[in-house]
């Protein structure tokens, strides 16, 4: 498991986080200088700060200076500008019909069903 995917598999396990918490880092969330971050809306809609394990601190600003790098780059081809200016109504046409649909889809499931429905008759068991 290389990469990005190893060093989240390490930070989970290094900091108890959950996979979701995980997912949802951002750089601010980093405190480096004091080997913590701070996990946002976590269980319970509140936020925590846990340690981040001293020997992930190396891996972690390789991470981010790649990624820093990575901006630089994009910003200077005239996206990743910070802002969302331009980029914003994109994903949203984008984004806001794959929700839709992926709403529609989970809400038509039996299990989502109005409580007004009635339930589905079951099949007379042989036995009774």
């Not at 990624?67 to 990743?80: E, F, I, L, S």
């Not at 109504?89 to 009635?118: E, F, G, M, V």
């Amino acid at each position: 498991m290389p990469g990005v995917s190893q060093l989240m598999a390490q930070i989970l396990y290094g900091s108890g986080l959950r996979v979701m918490e995980c997912c949802t880092l951002r750089v601010k969330d980093l405190d480096l200088d004091r080997g913590e971050l701070t996990v946002r809306h976590g269980k319970g809609g509140r936020d925590r700060r846990t340690m981040l394990p001293e020997s992930l601190l190396t891996d972690i600003r390789t991470h981010l200076r790649a990624r820093k790098a990575q901006h630089d780059v994009d910003v200077r081809r005239g996206v990743g500008d910070g802002n969302g200016s331009g980029s914003l109504p994109r994903r949203a046409s984008i984004a806001i019909p794959r929700r839709a649909s992926a709403a529609a889809i989970i809400c038509t499931r039996r299990c989502c069903r109005p409580r007004s429905s009635p339930a589905p008759a079951r099949p007379a068991s042989a036995s009774a």
